[in-house]
Structures are given as C-alpha cells and as structure tokens.
C-alpha cells in the first residue's frame, strides 16, 4: 500500500460524480417559552395539594404546605423542561412528524390530507407570554388527535396556513425565517363579519344559563372543612340539632316572617344561580366572532381561554339548529355545524350559540344550506309506530310502578296508595308524552336536502345535504317488521342522522332519491367545487 495516496472512492473508480442526497427538513422544537409555561403551571397544579397538606397537619402546617408545593412545583419545572428538549415536530412534503417523550419515545406522523382542522387555542397562563397550542384535528376520535403545546402566535398562524395549503394541494407561498425554516408568507384575507355577540347579548345569554354547580362545587369541599372547624362535618347528630335548631327558631316567627324568608331564600338560590351562569357564560363566549374568509368560516371566542378554530366550508357535513325550553318562548336559538373535527370534545363546532332566527339564516346559507320554506313536504312517523310506541312506553313505567307500589305493600303499607296513584299518573304521562313525540317529530326532502324536525319544548331541526350523506339503511326490528315500519339511518360523517318509525314504503322512497343523488356525484370533484 503506497503511503501519502487516499484510497480510491467509488465516484472515482467509476469515474462518475458522487451526487449529495438533498438535506431534509430539519427537526424543529416548540417556544422556548414552553419551559416557563409548564413550570407556571405545575406550581398552579400544586396550590390545592399543598392547601391539602397544609391544612391537615395541625402543628407546622402552612411550612409543610409550602415545602411541598414548592418541591411540586421545581418538580413539574424540571420536568417541563426535559419534555420541551425530547419534543420535536418535523413539516414534511405529505406528512407532519411529532416525536415526543422522556423515559420512552413515540413517534408520529399524520399525512395533510387526513386533517380535518387547525385549531389554535390560548389558556390564560400561555396568553400571558403570546403562546398559542396547535391542535390537528384528524377525526379519528378517542383522544388521538395531534397537538403541539407551545407556539409563537405567529408561529401557529403559519403552521396552520401551510397545513391547509398543502392539505388543500395549493402551491404555497413560502418565507424564510431567520432560522432558515421554510413557512408560509402570510396573506391578508378579507373576512366578511357573520355574528358576533357583545357585553349585553353575552348578559342576556348568562341569564338563560342559569346554573348551581356552585352548590356542587360547595358540596366537594366538605371533605376538607373538618381541618379547620371544631365539630364533625358528616356527624349525623350534628345536623340533626342545626335542623331542629332552625326549626325552632322559624316556628317562633309568625307566618309572614317564615313566608319573607322562603322567597328569601329562593332569590339567593337564583341570584347565585344566576352569577354562576354569567360568570361560564363570559369566560366561554367573551368576545365571540364568527368570519366567512376564503378558506371558510372563523370563530374566536374565550377570556381566559381563547380558542381560534376555522371551518372550511366543504368540511361541514350539516347543520343543527337547537333551543331550550324558557329560551325558545323568547326566540333564542343556537347553530351548530357537524364537522369531522371536535370542538371541545363535541363532534359539532358551535357558530351562533345564542342567536335570532333571522341571524342564523345568512349563516346556514353561507355554509351552502337553507331553511324549510312553508312549501316543505313533511311527514311524520307512522301511526303504527305511535300505537306501538305508547302501549311500551307506558307498560314500561307501568312496570316499574306495580313494582314499587308492591314494595310499599310490604314496608310501608301507609304509603302504598300515594304509590299507586303516582304510578297511574305516571303511566298516563308516559303515554301522552310519547303521542306528542310522535306529533312534532316530522321530516321532509326537497331536492338537494333531507330535514328532520322534533320536539314541542324545546324543538330542534337537523338539515344534511344529500349529495355529502355516505350511505342510507334501513333497520328494521322483529317488531317493525310485522308492524310494516322502519328506522332510516343517513350515514353522516361526524354526526348522528336517523328517521325512526316511517313506513317502509317511503324509506325506500327516500333511499332512492338519496341514492340517486349520491350516485350523480363526482365526489373527486366536490371539495374542489365546495372550496371555490
């Protein structure tokens, strides 16, 4: 071997140039902000733990309450910190690629094209420091959607633009970043308002949403009280003198004074109600707005947690237009889009929770939707059905009735007719509820959707486009099935669409015309059209 000459490479043997493989994209981490964020938040995680601590050893307590919040706290920093070095996200060409852990590694790629949404949100504690978590919807339930907690603002407006671009297939206008990161330039959109709702239609929401989870809240806190009180909190003696205490002194007033007090009462039950509901109420929907872009619909929402989700216009596979009982006699109602995508664990994105008909209906026909005209063909359930329907539910609860009723007869025989007349009235309740279910639960198809109507309360209305439905079934039971009935079940992605009860003949009606819709469909083609 002759010294001082380098060993042949092959590009030199064969005297063909060695090509260098391209570099691929390189690795990225979240904000280094993240850090700072999760140790905020594992010391605000070990606040109740350490009162805990602190309140149940009685000698030294608030010093070992805040020795070890302060060990939970450096803790779940330093954790933070290991968790935010093993978390890298990687842009691909097709893919997005998470690999995250600390003691053992997993690895994550979702393709573009099965993302159903981006949605960025803002907790308190990130918004104080201008981070935002990106949240890949892919519709596949169960938790496994993929996030990446924390990012810039910036940063998450533009994954989110180049996660749409490229799902979309569109070119991408790109920008170097000061890293030398490839990312979408921005592009100002033009949003056209839809709704929005301000400080005094937020009230009047509040109002409506009158709640005592309060008093729940209350009650879970019980179980800490014996700490820092002197007597025996689930002692049943104990409550037992505080009521006949009471009762006593409400005896010794006179009636007007024991009726004063009631409605006293009642109002501080509804006035705390009250603040309970438009204390939710604003958190939630502070500053709600809801944008028709060119990508499709934008919602933002929330004060301490804010929440920006898009919606691209193509995505949304129908329409649910609900109310409640008291609301409804005002004229209030809520829309709800069905999406492949969640929205806080629901598999509806809410666009006008609290809103006038007259408002909604601009929305609904944004989204490629209209309202049943007058001219609707309705039709209800079959009368079959509502016969078969009252004799079960009422021998249901009939049932149920004679078997309390013959409890009664053994334990205690003096309340044996007070039994037997709840079961009767509760019997014939049953049966007159199911005779008005029937009445208010109609559907109808025109030609282009399928529209179902129910409840007399607090009624709702589904509408679906024919040409976005999958499949149409029809289920029919032993019962159905001798009776000449069935339920229609709509396969809708991302919702629940069915028709109990029609006869047979109109579900292969309807069937027919779905089918036929569906069949006529270039369904290569339809996003593309629904985009434009």
């Known amino acids: 071997m002759n010294e001082g000459v380098a060993p042949a490479t092959p590009a030199s043997v064969s005297g063909v140039p060695r090509v260098t493989p391209a570099p691929g994209p390189k690795p990225r981490r979240t904000a280094p902000l993240s850090v700072i964020v999760g140790a905020l938040q594992s010391a605000q995680g070990a606040i109740l733990p350490a009162l805990f601590v602190a309140f149940s050893t009685r000698s030294s307590g608030i010093w ?133 709702m301000g400080p005094r239609r937020l009230f009047t929401f509040g109002l409506f949403e009158f709640s005592l989870a309060v008093f729940a809240v209350l009650a879970g806190m019980l179980q800490y009280v014996e700490s820092f009180v002197d007597f ?125 008909l007259g408002e909604i209906a601009p929305i609904v026909e944004a989204a490629g939707f209209h309202m049943a005209g007058e001219s609707a063909d309705w039709h209800r359930a079959s009368e079959r059905y509502l016969v078969d329907s009252v004799v079960i539910d009422a021998l ?13 007869l053994t334990f205690a025989p003096e309340w044996s007719e007070v039994a037997l007349g709840a079961t009767l009235v509760l019997t014939g309740l049953a049966a007159m509820i199911a005779v008005v279910s029937w009445k208010f639960r109609r559907h109808a198809l025109d030609a282009t959707q399928v529209m179902v109507r129910s409840g007399l309360l607090s009624p709702t209305s589904q509408i679906a486009t024919r040409l976005k439905l999958h499949s149409v079934e029809i289920a029919q039971g032993p019962l159905s099935r001798l009776r000449g009935y069935a339920t229609l079940h709509l396969g809708q992605a991302g919702g629940v669409f069915a028709i109990p009860g029609i006869p047979v003949e109109r579900a292969r009606e309807v069937r027919r015309k779905v089918m036929a819709t569906i069949a006529a469909t270039d369904f290569s083609q339809l996003e593309s059209q629904s985009a434009a």
């Open 64 to 196: 070992i309450g805040v020795a070890v919040g302060l060990a939970l706290a450096i803790i779940g920093g330093l954790f933070a910190y290991i968790s935010w070095r093993r978390l890298t996200y990687t842009i691909q060409q097709q893919d997005i690629r998470v690999e995250s852990g600390v003691l053992s590694r997993s690895a994550r790629s979702v393709p573009y094209e099965r993302i159903q949404d981006v949605s960025l949100e803002q907790s308190l504690i990130p918004r104080l420091f201008g981070l935002v978590a990106v949240k890949f919807e892919t519709g596949a339930g169960g938790g496994e959607d993929l996030s990446l907690s924390f990012l810039t603002e910036d940063q998450g407006e533009e994954l989110r633009q180049l996660v749409r671009e490229r799902r979309d297939g569109q070119e991408v206008g790109e920008a170097i970043t000061e890293t030398g990161a490839a990312t979408p330039a921005k592009s100002a959109e033009q949003a056209e308002p839809l709704f929005t």
């Open 232 to 356: 025996e909190i689930w002692d049943p003696e104990v409550w037992e003198v505080f009521v006949r205490d009471q009762a006593s002194t409400v005896t010794t007033l006179g009636p007007y004074a024991q009726v004063a007090s009631a409605i006293a009462g009642l109002i501080g039950v509804f006035l705390i109600g009250s603040a309970t509901g438009l204390f939710r109420t604003f958190a939630r929907e502070w500053d709600f707005l809801l944008e028709r872009t060119a990508r499709g619909f934008r919602r933002r929402r929330g004060l301490f947690t804010r929440t920006d989700v898009v919606m691209p216009v193509h995505r949304v596979q129908g329409i649910t237009i609900g109310t409640r009982a008291i609301r409804y006699r005002f004229g209030w109602h809520s829309l709800r889009f069905v999406s492949l995508a969640q929205d806080a664990g629901a598999s509806s994105h809410v666009v006008a929770p609290f809103a006038k």
């Open 396 to 408: 249901s609860v009939l049932a149920l009735g004679v078997a309390g009723w013959s409890a009664c």
